[in-house]
């Protein structure tokens, strides 16, 4: 069976339990004698064997399973969770992780089979002399000897080795036949159905005829397929048979001697199996208990996984829906005798499909921020701190396109916050603070925009520090770095190649950091900005947009052209005559209700012709541009309005243009550019 057409399943699913892994492991490590969290670490692990199993990626089957063996002794209190085993098994989550990154990009699991982590689970279990005797332990006695019924379904060696492998471990295989009823008119229906019930309760590993021919109603009415389980026979009998059209089950127990018999006409070789394993036909609701873990409340969800791209071409229609609209609402100011109630209620539908593809493409931040606890840990061993990690509001949503871009940038603060920001134990007594050190992980939604916060209690930027630092590198002169704000000097933490780290080690000190951070988060239309208060710790602010697709903007005109500032950047607007434009260092400056604001000749910058001169105007349009805590003046030559407009990418020739972000198409056909705000702000 080609199973490339499950590979994005199999990806995404092997992510969502993976990431379940890392947060039970990081409980469990909290509390060692939690045994509700010991059992949803066996269930992810043996539901990875079997996914990965039934894809055929044996290495990642192979790991799994050892770690399958040692949780299961942890959870019958054969052996004892010390941090040492923890650290191995949170290295077995990151070799799963590399197996299921190389899945996802070549389709195969790569060279790499970690026979070290494999030594080292099994080290564990060769520590405790009651290991011999797992298979024993796992081995259930049969109600009584089934008698030897012969295969239908043809076997390959790789089969065998899988059935005898669920030998060992105390597994059921059986083969089943289902027979539909005549006349059954939904037969791809029925054979769903009835694999829905085969998959919750068993790992399938041949059916006959393929599964896609199943799916595409290629069979006549009847299909059979073998399975590796911990149900009864009778468990599959009653199931199958309670769906609708189903006119006959047969369940036959594989076992040692029908695959001798089935081996034997074929004229292959069955590696031995387990003696206490080899009779399947038992009750296993006992045994069944022992490895089904009892699940945690959850509140379940009806969902559906939708590929991005889908979502694209949703929202591109939407987009051409907006613009059909825009150019509707301009003809109807010329043509007054035009349907208004049609205009209007196309309106509506526009802006509520719009906000329901926009509700759709919302992801929590939590899908980022879960990450996180795992790497602090990691950092808080490697650099002998004590450090808690507290995140709040991971349930504020965020356009999928931008949460696909914050993580790295996060991944930087964070790190700083705890490589440069919180001191080690003896520091941190000496400062009279309590250990651990603390971060803090904020994410809330602002408007159009969403906040994200990391702050630490740590030791705060050494401002002074930072000054020296800059003088030192030629960056400013000592004259000029003195006159500089404590907010500008943090400033200069996010130009390239700057550091103030005095060693180079693994996590910092190389300068680029910060300056990734800045370039990232502006390239999404957003800004970061830091504050500190030496001796008790910084806090870093990052500031993006709900949504990169579709924006309020007001439109300008400068000289003969049409541009467009999204608007949640404008703070407002203000008629400012020439003779009230002082200079400032050579920078042309308005004074704003005490304040300097500095200007940006916005006609200069982006080489528009066709604008007059100050002389010719009695008054120039202002529009206020708040960045961050700071403000600056754009001057534009006339104001259009308000209007909804749709982010165009300007294309692959054009990408990186400096203070463009992107283009939009007018109600009347013409495009217009994007002004980037952050990259001609002052």
Not at 337 to 355: A, N, V
Not at 593 to 611: A, E, F, M, Q, S
């Amino acid at each position: 069976m080609d199973m490339n057409q499950y590979l994005d399943i199999f990806v995404e699913e092997s992510r969502e339990h993976l990431q379940l892994l890392n947060e039970s492991l990081l409980e469990l490590e909290k509390d060692i004698k939690n045994k509700e969290v010991l059992n949803e670490i066996f269930r992810v692990a043996h539901t990875l064997k079997g996914m990965a199993g039934t894809m055929g990626y044996t290495k990642m089957q192979h790991l799994t399973h050892a770690m399958e063996d040692v949780l299961d002794a942890l959870r019958n209190d054969r052996i004892v969770v010390d941090s040492d085993m923890v650290d191995v098994l949170f290295q077995c989550l990151d070799a799963l992780e590399t197996y299921v990154n190389t899945i996802a990009a070549t389709a195969q699991e790569g060279s790499e089979s970690f026979s070290d982590i494999v030594d080292s689970l099994k080290a564990i279990l060769g520590a405790d002399p009651s290991s011999a005797g797992k298979s024993a332990k796992h081995a259930k006695s049969s109600k009584g000897s089934a008698k030897a019924t012969s295969l239908s379904v043809a076997l390959n060696q790789y089969d065998f080795n899988v059935i005898n492998k669920a030998f060992e471990g105390g597994y059921n295989v059986f083969e089943i036949r289902i027979v539909l009823s005549e006349g059954c008119l939904l037969k791809a229906a029925r054979a769903f159905i009835v694999f829905q019930i085969l998959e919750k309760n068993s790992d399938i590993i041949k059916s006959v005829p393929k599964v896609e021919d199943i799916e595409d109603e290629r069979f006549d009415l009847e299909f059979t397929v073998v399975l590796i389980t911990q149900k009864s026979k009778e468990f599959f009998e009653k199931e199958i048979n309670s769906v609708a059209e189903i006119a006959k089950v047969e369940v036959t127990p594989v076992t040692k001697e029908n695959m001798n018999e089935y081996a034997t006409k074929a004229g292959m070789s069955v590696s031995a199996g387990s003696d206490s394993s080899s009779s399947n036909e038992q009750d296993n609701s006992k045994h069944a208990d022992d490895h089904h873990p009892v699940k945690r409340p959850t509140k379940t969800k009806k969902t559906v996984r939708v590929d991005i791209d889908r979502l694209d071409v949703l929202m591109n229609l939407v987009s051409e829906l907006i613009i059909i609209k825009t150019r509707l609402d301009e003809t109807n100011l010329q043509n007054k005798s035009m349907d208004m109630e049609s205009i209007e209620y196309l309106e509506r539908i526009t802006t509520s499909l719009h906000d329901a593809v926009m509700k759709v493409r919302m992801v929590p931040v939590e899908t980022v921020f879960n990450r996180f606890p795992r790497m602090i840990r990691d950092i808080a061993r490697d650099l002998d701190k004590d450090i808690e990690i507290h995140m709040s509001g991971e349930e504020t949503e965020l356009d999928r396109t931008v949460i696909d871009e914050i993580g790295d940038p996060l991944i930087h603060i964070l790190r700083n916050s705890a490589d440069h920001g919180l001191e080690n134990h003896e520091d941190r007594a000496k400062s009279g603070k309590s250990s651990p050190g603390n971060i803090y992980l904020r994410a809330f939604q602002d408007g159009n925009h969403v906040v994200i916060e990391v702050e630490d209690d740590g030791k705060g930027i050494d401002v002074e520090k930072v000054r020296k630092k800059i003088v030192d590198r030629g960056a400013v002169s000592a004259e000029a770095a003195a006159e500089l704000t404590d907010k500008e000097v943090i400033g200069f933490l996010f130009k390239p190649s700057f550091s103030t780290a005095d060693k180079v080690t693994d996590l910092s000190g190389r300068g680029v950091g910060l300056d990734v951070v800045k370039t990232k988060i502006e390239a999404l239309g957003g800004t970061v900005e830091a504050a500190t208060e030496f001796g008790k710790g910084s806090t870093f602010t990052i500031r993006i947009p709900l949504t990169l697709a579709i924006i309020q903007a007001l439109l300008v005109m400068i000289g003969d052209e049409k541009y467009a500032i999204p608007l949640g950047s404008i703070q407002e607007i203000e008629k400012v005559k020439p003779d009230e434009i002082k200079f400032v260092r050579n920078q042309e400056v308005i004074i704003l209700r005490d304040l300097v604001v500095p200007l940006v000749r916005l006609d200069k910058i982006l080489n528009v012709p066709g604008t007059l001169p100050d002389e010719q105007k009695k008054s120039l349009i202002c529009v206020i541009i708040k960045k961050g805590d700071k403000l600056s003046a754009f001057v534009v030559d006339k104001l259009i309005g308000q209007q909804e407009i749709v982010i165009k990418s300007l294309g692959n020739l054009l990408t990186g243009v400096k203070y463009l972000a992107g283009a939009t198409i007018l109600g009347d056909g013409n495009v217009a550019l994007i002004l980037d705000v952050n990259s001609l702000a002052l």
